[in-house]
């Protein structure tokens, strides 16, 4: 045997020590006994998560069974044994442990002296020497020399040696390398694996290792960074981001956890808790419980003792236990300084009208008091006098703050309650704001751990700790815990409990800590939860479901399987060679450790009802641990209900992969069912997340808990109150009560109550049946026959008739159905062929029998209408106690209404309901139908006659007869007799009822019209929609404008109730049966006779015709004037008889076969025009706005898509009509293709390309000032885009939201960014935390939503449009206002160098600028065709607003330890940009392109090409075009020649003038004979004849004229049309002729609404467009006139303060 070096020596030890043993052996004797009596307590070991005692745990797993050690996290590692007896050593630890259970024979401290001394060797030589980085090399070799012949280091088994090493081993970076190096350190490293595959070792590894302990949140550890080989691939574990704290120092950090005595825990403080406890674990440090008692009102000792019993639930133990009132005293004092220094008032002001100043911003009365009188003052409120009790102390900041917060808040309020541990000592408490940063000053604290919701109180919270010259703590924000479909708010949780709709504060369905414990969630769990959150500052709304999953990761591998089955499904199964017995299986099929149940096996078990249902006779079925049974016979009942099942034992068989698992228990009197409740519990609110107006009673579920009666386990009453257990194929279940046998006082026995733990899944409601087979059952959908006699046969379109027997068309219907079912069954067995045909024959037959009876084919799922005879007039007229008790019924719910939206007392909201319900039962009884809003009972039933309804019968039948003789084949004679017979029966119907015969539309689908009540109807509608616009154009409220649309909704839906026809502007109503003639019916409710109103009718055109040859024939005035007084009177006599207006039925049909005219006419004039044209442009109308109407081209063919526009010219004059002639422009040129989503549009490439040359401009530019390029998400959540209340306000009705996945409703919707400032800005927020980090500049290309209900546009109004959109953010105000001009000026460049295009640069008005930011600055254009301008880009300054709201801050160096807001701007460009191009440049040929930004420079276009030219020479003329295209595509000339030998050159000219192209180049046979071509300029038309050799220079340069030429003739434009005014009368004038004027102007909002509104003119500007006043554009940088001191307003109100452009705007 090898020894290795050093060994000898320590054995040499080993007689030194035997002195000292025996001296110590007596005191070893006496104290057995004091051990054997600390093995029968329990002793508590704490581990500091961060570096856990290895060796030390894996000694308390291996002791387990002998030795109850409880394992707690804590911020040491340490042993207490008892008060005065702690072991803080991992090695001493062990050691004691390994002693006092040395008489059990563990042996872990060895069996004798010798091996006490090697093991205490080892444990010195793991500290020493393994865990030393620099001694490791050596000490591992000297290891694995000692481990060549040994299994175990010390002795033939395990001991301390062996947990401490491999501990050490476990940590060390080094060995984890080692280990994959297969050809080194051998001995080790078969030892190392050996110990690892051991239990105790992989249960320290998956606790303590793997998987970081939840309590302490995700601290890495070296052990969890060196995790072995073997556990490399688990799953990560599921943990949050934490921060580390700003300043915090190992041992001096001090956190609190402060709630407030008033209620129960619930998770969102378990956040709280075990942030600051991880915290204090962290950085070593101290954790305060500190109750705020502040208000003696809500404050109640009852809830403190709950409160310390939910916070020892959770593991976690303050070091300090607080008060707030522990520092009454010395916060009075520093109240009494403030008002000494002037600090603070008090004020008498009533609390409303207090609360309406500050939110106001005025100042209080007595804020200006002296200081004398606010100390007598303060003296009443302290001594609780009458007056004092109705003053307060408050805080003098700054009323005039944005944040209201700093608006003079209360810090005392004087309450004459007694409080629970001061008594009356004191009549004045201080606020919970106020006390707050006092206290956690004076008690240390150095991090003040506060969600995002107390943000705006961090300013205050630093001014009390300034104005008072204290210590400052350190804020740190975290997010809130928002959870779907629950609240949070103490009071709304108080309301339930108050309400009775929950057990108490543990209810199962409360977000309390005891609620969820009660359900079933685990400490263990929760904490897993709350470490998956992290310190994220992140608003958002979490599913429950989340929770639960967590929840499931600890209780599965534990829980023990039990099973249950509904009592009142459950079946016999009967298997009569089963022995009555009982075995012990294990109770998890994972987990041995989770101990053995009995099981009961017998000839007669039960399985579940579902179960039964899914089996066939024949199957093997495997039944948990039992095996497999074969189903012999399927009993059924007389109603085919499984009432019991055979089968026989095949237990031989142990083939379980293909086979149904099912649960089941065995009835035997040795062990009686447990009687058990299955409770189950679903949301207390119903909706996900609650609107913050929305009132949460609303959405309370009251049926939030089902109870199912269960047939349990019997070992299910041994379950102990909180025992987690699984009901197999059921799911997870808590025991909320145990088992009680039958008790001696009631009788009765009490069950086992069971409460279903949901596991994270969507679904929570656990289902019984069969999860591994479902069979598909087909349903049977049934008619009762009261529903049919209910329902008109007019309501389904079929005739009147009723049949012989009134149930007999509902019992075949029924058959039929039947019948179906058997055919598909035989089919599924595969039955004989020959049972298969005759069940089908009898289908057929039966489904003839239907068709018989009923006139209707058989329809699956389609019952037939009970058919009754048509009733009276008399006895189907309801009369007008039905009506006025409808009324009643509408009146009465409007009470009830309005008493809810005013949140009236319960007693009275329920006494109106009560009444309700009461009118509407009265309501059925009396008509025989339920109340249905906007329906009231018909005065009258039309008349079904029979033989109407028989005449439409015969028509179905005979087309019948026709179909089944051309399937036959028949002759053609029979065919054409039996057609012809169809053909009489049609016309005669047509001719009798006035209508086509139409199948499934019976003669008798006449509907009520009341013409009177349906146009006054009509009128409304039209009226509130006036209303609706009129709020719009004047920018009324919101509320306002919701309130006036939903009124409008609300008409327009009961017009079509009353109607049957949606609502179009312009169509009065008509009656829905109205075809050719309508349907005649006088007031009285008689019908006219058809002759009679087809004579009247016929009558009315006659006469019509006449007026109309009388008028063309000029014929005599009087002659004229009497035809048509003849005529009105005889539309008058048309419209009292029919109710309706006289329309020419013909009228549709001749404009439509008018308008078809029109455009042949106009198609043939523009072939004649350009006779080699061919079909191009496709031009949809599915989307054009009101103001750009696209030209007329006919309805698209059936089948053959969108129809070409074969007319290439423009038709409209861009001065006659700018909206057509702007519509036709975009899609003749190419650059736009209509889409069929509204306001939504195809960008074609000849406009994308302008774009992307804007794009490469513009980014160039920006680079060169620091901007770099990113990308964002195109969707923001709810929370982040409402953060900045007024930036959203301004786009919210432009908001595009996504509300579902699939089918599936979304928790939360989530927006389409209208703009990206909530997007962006969180994540400057992370990225930005020093001034290092300044500036920050950002841009980003890309498209963004604003869903406008104006008219869209395409270009300048549209839904989604491209831009470029910069966000910067920098350290200080001059730099970002610097940025802003830098930007204005890059956007002024674009346009004037790029497009040509002039404007006006000048900042906008406090109304115009950007929501949210400082002040706005613009470039605008003109558009001269319009009269109106064009905002062009924005760049804005955005000031601190959004750092502030989003907390984008870095820290000053010249104020360490101060949070500075950084400075913002944000600036856009969009695709507008194109759209104002073509206004301002295009003329009535077409677009005109800037050379700058026209993809296509110079078109070339060979010409003279006749049948004369040889070959040669067109192949000569081709080449010459390619040598100019290759020598100005080389000259850097974009060029492009069109060779296309199928159009003329006049059509290419045609075509690439209307494409904007800035030059022709046309070249003929001529033109190089004389080496020269022609140039053509699109912008004035002008011919120039050019020498071929100065082809690249004389074009480059004409390019240049081109771009500067549009630019001056758009520059004069602009100038002629803007001028100057000084009165009203004059800016009015210049405004009506068409330009934009600059006024004195006050700059106040209300006074720029009144010059809206002044201006807005009665007639709309262009066709479609909204007609509107004039807005403010931009107060000019460089006005046209300098504003004249003491000049008014225009508005003749205020003084001027600024010269302003206003005008008419898109």
């Not at 102990?720 to 009788?747: A, N, T």
């Not at 409007?894 to 007392?905: F, I, M, Q, Y």
């Not at 040859?1109 to 000029?1114: D, I, T």
């Not at 025009?1169 to 191009?1176: E, F, L, P, R, Y």
Request: proline share 5%.
């Amino acid at each position: 045997r090898k020894l290795w070096i050093g060994e000898a020596e320590y054995r040499g030890r080993v007689c030194g020590v035997y002195s000292w043993w025996n001296n110590i052996a007596p005191f070893e004797l006496r104290t057995y006994q004091q051990n054997q009596s600390i093995m029968k307590t329990s002793l508590v070991l704490t581990v500091n998560t961060t570096n856990p005692p290895l060796g030390a745990l894996l000694t308390v797993e291996h002791l387990k069974d002998v030795l109850d050690v409880s394992v707690e996290e804590g911020k040491e590692n340490a042993l207490c044994v008892s008060e005065n007896v702690v072991f803080k050593d991992a090695n001493s630890i062990a050691r004691y442990l390994a002693r006092i259970t040395a008489r059990n024979g563990t042996g872990l401290y060895g069996t004798n002296l010798l091996e006490h001394t090697e093991v205490d060797h080892w444990l010195e030589f793991s500290t020493a020497r393994l865990s030393k980085p620099a001694h490791f090399s050596a000490a591992v070799q000297e290891l694995d020399c000692c481990l060549s012949l040994r299994t175990y280091l010390v002795g033939n088994c395990l001991s301390l040696a062996d947990f401490f090493v491999w501990a050490a081993l476990k940590g060390s970076t080094v060995w984890q390398k080692i280990l994959n190096e297969k050809k080194t350190l051998v001995h080790t490293r078969r030892w190392y694996n050996f110990l690892a595959a051991d239990k105790a070792f992989q249960i320290l590894c998956s606790k303590w290792i793997m998987a970081a302990s939840p309590s302490s949140m995700p601290v890495p550890t070296k052990a969890s960074e060196n995790s072995s080989a073997n556990q490399s691939n688990e799953k990560k574990q599921d943990v949050g981001k934490f921060v580390e704290l700003p300043g915090a120092e190992m041992g001096k950090v001090v956190v609190r956890f402060p709630p407030e005595a008033s209620g129960y825990l619930h998770i969102g403080h378990a956040k709280a808790a075990l942030l600051n406890q991880h915290y204090q674990v962290t950085f070593k440090g101290k954790l305060i419980m500190r109750f705020d008692d502040t208000n003696p009102e809500k404050e109640k000792e009852d809830f403190e003792k709950v409160i310390l019993e939910d916070v020892s639930m959770l593991n976690i133990k303050p070091d300090q236990f607080t008060y707030t009132s522990d520092h009454f005293d010395t916060i009075m004092k520093f109240a009494e300084n403030l008002i000494k220094e002037g600090r603070a008032y008090v004020d008498d002001t009533p609390p409303e009208q207090m609360k309406q100043d500050r939110e106001q911003r005025i100042e209080s009365k007595n804020r200006s008091n002296s200081v004398e009188k606010n100390l007598h003052m303060w003296e009443d409120m302290k001594k609780g006098t009458d007056y004092g009790q109705t003053c307060c102390l408050r805080a003098k900041i700054d009323m005039n703050s944005n944040n209201g917060c700093m608006r003079d808040p209360t810090i005392y309020r004087c309450k004459n309650e007694a409080h629970p541990r001061t008594g009356t000592k004191y009549k004045i408490y201080p606020t919970y704001d106020f006390a707050c940063p006092i206290v956690d000053s004076v008690e240390g604290v150095t991090h003040a751990l506060r969600t995002t919701e107390y943000h705006d109180r961090d300013e205050q919270f630093y001014w009390f700790i300034d104005a008072l010259g204290i210590r400052k703590p350190y804020i740190w924000e975290y997010s809130r815990l928002n959870l779907n479909n629950t609240v949070l708010s103490k009071r709304k949780l108080t309301w339930f409990v108050d309400q009775g709709f929950v057990d108490g504060w543990d209810d199962p369905r409360f977000p309390t800590v005891r609620g969820v414990l009660r359900r079933g969630m685990t400490v263990e769990g929760l904490k897993q939860f709350i470490a998956a959150q992290g310190g994220s500052r992140s608003v958002v709304n979490m599913e429950w479901d989340k929770i639960w999953a967590f929840n499931k990761k600890v209780i599965d591998p534990v829980a023990p399987r039990f099973t249950a089955l509904l009592q009142d499904e459950a079946v016999v199964v009967n298997v009569p060679e089963a022995q009555e017995e009982e075995k012990h299986v294990a109770k998890h099929p994972k987990n041995a450790d989770v101990g053995t149940k009995s099981v009961w096996y017998g000839p007669k078990v039960l399985i579940e009802g579902a179960d039964a249902e899914t089996l066939s006779e024949g199957e093997m079925v495997t039944f948990i641990n039992w095996g497999n049974l074969n189903i012999i016979k399927i009993n059924r009942n007389a109603q085919g209900k499984i009432v019991s099942l055979d089968a026989k034992l095949n237990l031989a068989n142990k083939d379980y992969k293909k086979t149904t698992k099912i649960t089941w228990l065995a009835e035997t009197a040795q062990a009686p069912f447990t009687p058990a409740i299955c409770v189950n519990y679903e949301h207390l609110i119903t909706k996900p997340v609650l609107g913050r107006d929305e009132d949460f009673k609303t959405f309370v579920n009251r049926n939030s808990k089902q109870e199912e009666c269960m047939l349990g386990d019997p070992c299910l009453k041994d379950l102990k109150k909180g025992d987690i257990i699984q009901l197999q194929r059921r799911g997870f279940y808590i025991c909320d009560q145990p088992y009680e046998p039958v008790s001696p006082y009631s009788c009765k026995e009490s069950p086992c109550i069971l409460i279903y733990i949901p596991d994270g899944h969507t679904k929570e409601m656990p289902t019984s049946g069969s999860k591994e087979k479902s069979k598909a059952s087909t349903t049977k959908k049934t008619v009762s026959a009261e529903t049919c006699e209910a329902i008109p046969a007019t309501d389904v379109g079929l005739p009147s008739t009723p049949p012989a027997s009134a149930s007999n068309p509902l019992e075949l219907f029924q058959k039929v159905a039947a019948q179906g079912d058997v055919v598909r069954d035989l089919k599924v067995k595969k039955a004989p062929k020959s049972e298969v045909d005759a069940a089908v024959q009898h289908l057929l037959s039966l489904k003839t029998d239907y068709k018989q009876m009923t006139g209707q084919e058989y329809k699956p799922g389609n019952p037939p209408t009970k058919l009754c005879a048509p009733p009276t007039l008399s006895g189907s007229s309801i009369g007008t106690d039905e009506r006025s008790l409808y009324d009643k019924v509408s009146q009465q719910g409007e009470v009830v209404r309005k008493l809810k939206s005013e949140k009236a007392p319960k007693d009275q909201v329920d006494a109106a309901v009560k009444t309700l319900l009461a009118l509407k039962a009265e309501y059925k009884e009396k008509t025989g139908q339920e109340y249905k809003p906007g329906v009231p009972p018909a005065l009258a039933e039309p008349p079904t006659l029979t033989s109407d309804v028989d005449l439409y019968n015969k028509v179905t039948e005979q087309g019948d007869r026709v179909r089944k003789l051309k399937a036959e084949k028949a002759s053609k004679d029979q065919v054409d007799a039996a057609v012809k017979t169809l053909l009489t029966l049609k016309a005669e119907y047509k001719e009798k009822i006035g209508q086509e015969y139409k199948p499934g539309n019976s003669s008798s689908s006449f509907q009520p019209f009341n013409p009177t009540s349906d146009v006054e109807l009509y009128n409304k509608v039209t009226e509130q929609g006036d209303r609706v616009r009129k709020l719009k154009a004047e920018k009324a409220p919101k509320e306002e404008v919701d309130k006036a649309v939903k009124q409008l909704l609300s008409l327009k839906s009961e017009y079509k109730e009353k109607t049957g026809q949606e609502y179009k502007p312009g169509t009065q109503p008509t009656p829905a049966s109205q075809t050719l003639t309508p349907a005649v019916q006088a007031d009285s409710g008689t019908h006219l006779s058809d002759a009679e109103a087809t004579a009247l009718f016929n009558k009315i055109t006659t006469q019509g015709n006449e007026v109309r040859k009388l008028k063309s024939e000029k014929a005599p005035k009087d002659k004229i004037d009497s035809a048509v007084n003849e005529l009105l009177q005889l539309k008058a006599k048309y419209k009292t008889l029919t109710g309706t207006d006289y329309k020419p039925v013909t009228t549709e049909v001749h404009d439509k076969e008018k308008k078809k005219q029109d455009k042949s006419e106009k198609l043939s004039k523009s072939d004649k025009q350009n006779k080699s044209a061919k079909s191009g442009d496709i031009n949809k109308k599915k989307d054009l706005p009101e103001d750009i109407e696209a030209v007329d081209s006919g309805e698209p063919v059936e089948g053959q898509g969108p129809k070409k526009q074969t007319r290439l010219g423009l038709e409209t004059a861009k001065e006659e009509n700018l909206s057509d002639w702007y519509s036709q422009v975009i899609t003749k040129s190419e650059m736009i293709e209509y889409y069929d989503v509204s306001g939504c549009y195809v960008l074609r490439p000849w406009a994308f390309a302008i774009w992307e040359t804007i794009k490469d401009f513009f980014d160039a530019e920006i680079k060169k000032l620091g901007v770099q390029n990113c990308y964002f998400p195109m969707f923001v959540s709810q929370a982040a885009l409402e953060k900045e209340k007024s930036h959203i306000a301004d786009f919210a009705p432009e908001v595009a939201w996504v509300t579902r996945s699939g089918k599936t409703e979304l928790a939360e919707p989530i927006a389409v960014r209208p703009t990206s400032e909530t997007v962006m800005y969180p994540a400057y927020a992370k990225w930005v935390q020093s001034h290092r980090d300044l500036p920050l500049k950002l841009n980003q290309w890309c498209n963004v939503v604003r869903w406008e209900f104006k008219h869209p546009q395409p270009f300048l109004r549209t839904r989604e449009f491209l831009w470029q959109e910069g966000h910067t953010a920098f350290a200080t105000y001059e730099e970002a206002a610097e940025e802003v001009l830098q930007i204005l000026d890059l956007y002024a460049r674009v346009y004037e160098e790029l497009l040509a295009i002039p404007v006006v640069k000048g900042r906008k008005t406090e109304k115009e600028k950007f929501a949210g930011g400082d002040y706005t600055t613009t470039i605008e254009a003109f558009i001269s065709a319009s009269g109106r301008a064009i905002q062009g880009a924005t760049s804005h300054h955005l000031g601190q607003n959004f750092s502030k709201m989003f907390e984008i801050v870095f820290e000053d160096p010249k104020r360490p330890g101060e949070k500075q807001f950084a400075f913002q701007n944000s600036w856009g460009l969009t695709t507008r940009s194109i759209g104002v191009m073509t206004m301002v440049h295009g003329d009535n040929m077409g677009l005109v392109l800037p050379p700058r930004v026209a993809s296509v420079q110079v078109i070339i276009i060979p010409c003279g090409i006749t049948n004369a030219l040889s070959e040669e020479d067109k192949e000569a003329l081709m080449n010459k075009c390619n040598q100019y295209l290759q020598r100005l595509l080389n000259a850097g000339v974009r060029t492009q020649a069109d060779l296309r030998d199928n159009y003329s050159p006049g059509w290419k000219f045609n075509h690439w003038e209307l494409k904007g192209v800035p030059i022709r180049l046309e070249v003929g046979p001529r033109d190089m004979k004389k080496t020269q071509f022609v140039a053509v300029r699109r912008d004035t038309g002008e011919k120039l004849t050019i020498p071929e050799k100065d082809a690249e220079i004389k074009l480059k340069s004409l390019l240049e004229e081109i771009q500067a030429n549009l630019y001056n003739k758009a520059s004069k434009d602009l100038k002629e049309n803007m001028a100057v005014a000084k009165t009203m009368e004059e800016f009015q004038k210049e405004l009506d002729s068409g330009k934009i004027v600059q006024i004195p102007f006050c700059g106040e909002i209300e006074c720029e609404d009144w010059i809206k509104k002044t201006t807005a003119r009665e007639q709309d500007l262009e066709p479609g467009a909204p007609s509107m006043g004039a807005k403010s554009l931009c107060i000019p940088f460089s006005p046209l006139c300098e504003l004249q001191s003491g000049e008014m307003c225009i508005s003749g109100k205020e003084p001027a303060k600024f010269c302003t452009l206003f005008g008419r705007s898109y």
